[in-house]
């Protein structure tokens, strides 16, 4: 029995280093693809940059081999651009495709968060700009008995 204990830590602890280094060598990859489409070699990327990138067939191939959809290529800038400066860092760019990789649904709901974001930056605005409490601070009303 300790020895099946034992011959389980160690398969554990050996597909916890499979996976450190697999995410090592994502982020290597995800490194070595900023620095390729980086064509101003800034260090940083701009949406054109980035636009020109992501008609490569070989980039597509990349993203899509990370479960990255580049069919929507503007909103995946927006949400890689995450302090929304016009430009991204390599550390957004890894951040990013990172939190994107792997299934859909990952994907979807950062880009449904971020577009969520902007639409409550937008009706806040917009009722600064009437005067008006916004919907966030008005009081809710009491449950009927």
């Given at each position: 029995?300790?020895?099946?204990?034992?011959?389980?830590?160690?398969?554990?602890?050996?597909?916890?280093?499979?996976?450190q280094r697999?995410?090592?060598?994502?982020?290597?990859?995800?490194?070595?693809?900023?620095?390729?489409?980086?064509?101003?070699?800034?260090?940083?990327?701009?949406?054109?940059?980035?636009?020109?990138?992501?008609?490569?067939?070989?980039?597509?191939d990349?993203?899509?081999?990370?479960?990255?959809?580049?069919?929507?290529a503007?909103?995946?800038?927006?949400?890689?651009?995450?302090?929304s400066?016009?430009?991204?860092?390599?550390?957004?760019?890894?951040?990013?495709?990172?939190?994107?990789?792997?299934?859909?649904?990952?994907?979807?709901?950062?880009?449904?968060?971020?577009?969520?974001?902007?639409?409550?930056?937008?009706?806040?605005?917009?009722?600064?700009?009437?005067?008006r409490?916004?919907?966030?601070?008005?009081?809710?009303?009491?449950?009927?008995?």
């Open positions: 029995v300790d020895g099946a204990i034992e011959m389980s830590k160690a398969d554990r602890h050996l597909a916890s280093e499979k996976k697999r995410k090592q060598e994502m982020a290597c990859d995800l490194l070595e693809l900023m620095l390729e489409i980086d064509s101003d070699g800034s260090g940083c990327l701009c949406s054109a940059e980035f636009m020109v990138a992501i008609e490569r067939q070989d980039v597509q990349f993203l899509e081999a990370l479960g990255i959809s580049t069919s929507q503007c909103v995946l800038w927006e949400v890689l651009d995450s302090n400066d016009g430009r991204v860092d390599l550390v957004e760019f890894v951040d990013g495709m990172t939190r994107l990789q792997g299934e859909a649904k990952t994907a979807d709901m950062q880009i449904l968060m971020m577009q969520v974001r902007k639409l409550m930056d937008m009706f806040q605005a917009q009722f600064a700009a009437v005067g409490p916004s919907l966030l601070s008005l009081p809710t009303m009491p449950e009927e008995k």
